[in-house]
């Protein structure tokens, strides 16, 4: 299981292995952290007390200091995967909620007319439906969009990565994403 790791603030940062956390752990990066502790790293044993170093390592981490965060971006990255779970893998043409297999990367505005590759341009969508689209414009192949594009939030960005995250995280994270994201359907 991942790690989130957070600025001082709370701002998210990144997926973190278990092992990581622990090295910010040892260096007493540490400011705070939530959730339950759910891994318990062993150490070696100290001569001198004869006890051995362990480290509880917890859900979520605050990092003290100025770690430099790439995730403040102004748009998270668009990939597929994070697409299709913006979208809850329902096709924005027929409303069908298929396997990922199934579904597309579709532009509104087609690239061969000037559309660009950015989440306010890409919805999802099923085979079908965008090969009935084409290079057409919505309006023109007569095809209404069911829902709207958005830019995700870097919390919600932190959710659509596809990491297996336990309530704590999921909990921390959508407190922060607006009440009127999909994500919260």
């Known amino acids: ?83 299709f779970a913006r979208d809850k893998g329902v096709c924005a043409y027929c409303g069908l909620c298929l396997h990922l297999d199934a579904l597309t990367r579709e532009h509104i505005v087609p690239v061969s007319r000037g559309g660009v590759d950015s989440w306010m341009n890409c919805i999802t969508a099923c085979r079908a439906c965008n090969g009935r689209k084409g290079c057409r414009m919505p309006e023109e192949a007569r095809m209404t969009l069911l829902y709207l594009p958005y830019i995700p939030s870097l919390h919600e960005d932190m959710i659509l990565r596809g990491r297996r995250i336990v309530s704590d995280q999921m909990e921390f994270l959508l407190a922060s994403v607006p009440r009127s994201s999909r994500l919260h359907a």
Do not use: C
């Open 1 to 83: 299981m991942d790690v989130l790791q957070l600025d001082i603030s709370g701002r998210p940062q990144a997926w973190i292995s278990a092992r990581e956390a622990a090295v910010l752990y040892a260096s007493d990066a540490v400011a705070w952290t939530l959730g339950d502790a759910f891994q318990v790293l062993r150490g070696g044993t100290q001569r001198a007390t004869g006890l051995q170093s362990r480290i509880e390592v917890h859900p979520i981490v605050a990092v003290r200091g100025a770690v430099p965060s790439r995730a403040w971006r102004l748009a998270p990255a668009l990939s597929n995967p994070k697409l």
